[in-house]
């Protein structure tokens, strides 16, 4: 084997660059970007019925709106992923993990050896 075999194809910094270019294309696929158009051309055209508003105007209050709303989806993301309202029911991971999590509890709770059960469980004379 050659230095230049043992070398890894990326290096750690590119590696880093390009999971988070990965991660960002997913994340944008998960937007609908033609929606979120179509809402501020909306909104702009809606504004721009207004007396005393112009195109531009009514352009710039639509971007701005949006982006407000869009400044405040991390926020509210985070909350959205720690919720422990969604129902996590029929989900194969989640169960593992629950079991998991009892059978470790179970383990904990359980005493080293079944003397000290047996003298626990005696009633007080």
Same mark, same amino acid.
């Given at each position: 084997?050659?230095?230049?075999?043992?070398?890894?194809?990326?290096?750690? =910094?590119?590696? #880093? !660059?390009? /999971?988070? &270019?990965?991660?960002?294309?997913?994340? +944008? *696929?998960?937007?609908?970007? $033609?929606?979120?158009?179509?809402?501020?051309?909306?909104?702009?055209?809606?504004?721009?019925?207004?007396?005393?508003?112009? =195109?531009?105007? #009514? !352009?710039? /209050?639509? &971007?701005?709106?949006?982006?407000?709303? +869009? *400044?405040?989806?991390?926020? $509210?993301?985070?909350?959205?992923?720690?919720?422990?309202?969604?129902?996590?029911?029929?989900?194969?991971?989640?169960?593992? =993990?629950?079991?998991?999590?009892?059978?470790?509890?179970?383990?904990?709770?359980?005493?080293?050896?079944?003397?000290?059960?047996?003298?626990?469980?005696?009633?007080?004379?």
């Amino acid at each position: 084997m050659t230095v230049a075999d043992s070398q890894p194809p990326l290096a750690a =910094e590119q590696a #880093a !660059t390009l /999971l988070d &270019r990965l991660v960002y294309e997913q994340v +944008l *696929a998960c937007i609908d970007l $033609d929606e979120l158009y179509r809402l501020e051309q909306s909104i702009a055209l809606l504004a721009g019925e207004l007396d005393g508003i112009g =195109e531009k105007q #009514a !352009t710039e /209050l639509a &971007r701005a709106m949006l982006d407000g709303a +869009l *400044a405040r989806l991390p926020g $509210d993301v985070r909350r959205y992923l720690r919720a422990e309202w969604i129902d996590l029911t029929d989900c194969p991971l989640c169960e593992e =993990e629950a079991a998991e999590d009892k059978a470790a509890e179970a383990a904990e709770a359980k005493p080293a050896d079944d003397k000290s059960a047996r003298r626990r469980a005696r009633p007080a004379r």
